[in-house]
């Protein structure tokens, strides 16, 4: 496989800039090997889903994590990634190759700074704060914005509306830097059609890192995954396999749902408790032990999630289906439309 094999023209008119609203009024297509493609809408997923089937969402919750530090004179752009096992942060920084372990960093006039523990070269570091817990969540609400995608324009920065857009209903516990986007479209609507229908839903975590926004740069056989922590508590893995064995479908809410998902499955394809990092990159030739359908949003060109829609769903189907979303006017991107896919034979 080569990484044109994922690529393909989108025109700058499809890429959403704000989400639709309300939410469950985004468009859907339904995609499934051998079938026509189908155009619905958000608030008609229940009715795509039978009774007993399991949908599973990430309960992350996006941080602030964009900050613009100083070390000295120099300006050091920081991205939060990852809190690592020991309480210093994985981060990518701008100006990266300045910084060298014992270097601190200061954040304007606030009173809270960073000592750099390593420089990992390529743009990440690892940092130590000096403030924890609900000091460190308030200084990120005071010195931190939102670290939005590139392709969302922005060019004073986030807003008041993007915090409220860029969160989802299941968020829950802190610690993303990019939104579980797929999860974007639900309303309490969608989830009370869902439970009349006796669908049943639980969540899982997976903090959604920095390394999401970064292209594959190399050949797709040596391209690494950024690691990304996650937990599946053991209630919800008996959930999941309980489902499974009673021959109902795993449906995942986005690629972050699916990718731990699969992190978590043996070979049996039985899910088991989960609590670490993972970074598994899923492409064709894969062989999905755990999930049965996918609800995503449409993905780059040339990127990792574009690669494991075509590895659950068959690279042909995908093309298929991205050349009609385009042409017949689908957004893309973390505010744009979804698709519901079948995992192909």
């Known amino acids: 496989m080569q990484i044109s094999d994922f690529d393909f023209d989108l025109p ?45 969402a990430n309960d992350t919750a996006v941080i602030r994590a964009q900050l613009a530090a100083r070390r000295g004179e120099a300006k050091i752009g920081i991205t939060l990634d990852r809190i690592l096992s ?13 910084l060298k372990p014992g270097d601190t960093l200061h954040f304007g006039t606030d009173s809270v700074t960073a000592e750099v523990v390593e420089n990992e070269g390529d743009g990440a570091i690892s940092m130590r704060f000096s403030a924890e817990g609900e000091a460190f969540d308030d200084f990120l609400k005071r010195a931190g914005v939102l670290a939005l995608p590139p392709y969302i324009d922005r060019p004073t920065g986030p807003t008041a509306q993007d915090d409220s857009d860029y969160a ?23 989830l009370a059609a869902l439970d009349a229908r006796g669908v049943k839903r639980h969540t899982l975590t997976l903090h959604v890192g920095a390394g999401t926004f970064l292209p594959v740069r190399d050949e797709i056989a040596t391209h690494k995954m950024h690691a990304e922590w996650g937990r599946i508590d053991a209630q919800t893995a008996q959930l999941i396999n309980d489902t499974r064995a009673s021959g109902r479908r ?52 040339r990127s990792t999630l574009f690669m494991l829609v075509c590895a659950l769903a068959g690279t042909e ?23 519901l896919l079948d995992r192909a034979p």
Not at 168 to 190: C, D, N, Q, S
């Open 168 to 190: 989802t209903i299941f968020e829950r516990y802190k610690g993303a830097v990019a939104a579980p986007t797929a999860g974007l479209h639900f309303t309490p609507e969608v």
């Open 317 to 339: 189907t995908m093309r298929e289906a991205y050349r009609h979303a385009i042409a017949n006017g689908f957004r893309f991107y973390s505010y744009g439309d979804a698709c």
């Open 86 to 98: 020991d309480g210093s942060w994985h981060a990518l920084a701008k100006n990266a190759r300045k």
């Open 250 to 301: 795993i449906v995942a809410v986005g690629t972050t749902s699916l990718r731990l998902l699969e992190s978590a499955a043996d070979e049996q394809g039985i899910v088991h408790p989960w609590e670490g990092e993972t970074s598994i990159f899923i492409k064709p030739g894969y062989r999905f032990r755990a999930v049965d359908r996918l609800m995503t949003n449409f993905h780059l060109p």
């Open 12 to 56: 700058r008119e499809n890429i959403a800039l704000e989400p639709a609203r309300p939410r469950d009024s985004a468009r859907l297509l339904r995609v499934a090997a051998g079938q026509p493609l189908a155009e619905t809408r958000i608030s008609d997923l229940p009715s795509l889903l039978e009774p007993g089937d399991l949908l599973i």
